[in-house]
DNA sequence: CCGCATCCCACATGATACTG
DNA sequence: CAGTATCATGTGGGATGCGG
């Protein structure tokens, strides 16, 4: 058996895959990594580019990346304030597996619509909206 | 820019990479490919390998994977009733990528943690835990 | 053994307003 | 511009009990 998590809850707290998976399977942090893949960008930016992620959920992925050593945060002491965030080395070296994933993702995606059509179309599986 | 969602709630709606981190990023479903790597299982052999999941969430997760087409559900009707689940075809190819993300998680786990460390030692972090 | 129904709570996320 | 603070809310997930 592949091992991604721990039998016992003190094991599952420093568990690596559930460390990354906490941060890439979140809402906003994987939008906010590709957005980075091409250089620096500013607050404001980031912002633009994902479109609809609020302020607040914005500063909050972006320090959990941060703190997690994914992005570099760069503040000017300038007025209006500027900050830029960055890739780290770690945050590009990530982005090749999640690459990985999201190719296959593009690839499979009409074979998890197919499965899909096919389970909603059973009688049994019905009963209300999923 | 790689292209992970899109601008639009209409276009969102069918990303493809949600679909997939919906799924996989989510807190049992992973474990629960992972169990049945190594061939078919009952449910209450899937219950025992993971330890602390609820029966209720082991079921709904093992719906949404089996509505996605990661695994095959095969009821057999004795007494009691025996339910052995299956990786697809589909979720051995998901198993994959996936994979990758386990090794780069567990290369990377220490950089992550030092990145950690370093960020919560700064004393501008600390107002609270977070 | 397998799974559904119900209740309930914690938390992630969103909306809005305010600040340096 | 780049946040912080506050309030509201939807949902994930646990506990428990029942049913085939």
């Known amino acids: 058996m592949l091992r ?34 091409d250089g620096k960008l500013r607050f404001m930016d980031i912002k633009r580019a994902i479109g609809d992620v609020s302020q607040r ?6 320090r959990h990346l941060e703190r997690d050593g994914y992005i570099t ?10 900050v830029e965030y960055e890739l780290s080395e ?3 070296s990530l982005l090749v597996p999640v690459q ?3 190719a296959w993702a593009e690839t499979h995606h009409p074979e998890i619509a197919a499965a899909r059509d096919r389970y909603d179309a ?9």
Request: charged share 25%.
């Open 122 to 130: 059973r009688p049994e599986n019905v009963p209300q909206a999923d």
């Open 4 to 37: 991604v998590t721990a039998t016992t809850p003190q094991e599952a707290e420093s568990c690596p895959v559930r460390d990354v998976l906490d941060r890439i399977g979140d809402k906003w942090s994987l939008l906010i990594l590709c957005a980075l893949a």
């Open 90 to 92: 770690l945050g590009r």
């Open 100 to 102: 990985q994933l999201i």
């Open 57 to 62: 959920m914005l500063t909050q992925t972006l």
């Open 73 to 82: 945060r760069r503040v000017y002491p300038s007025v209006p304030p500027r």
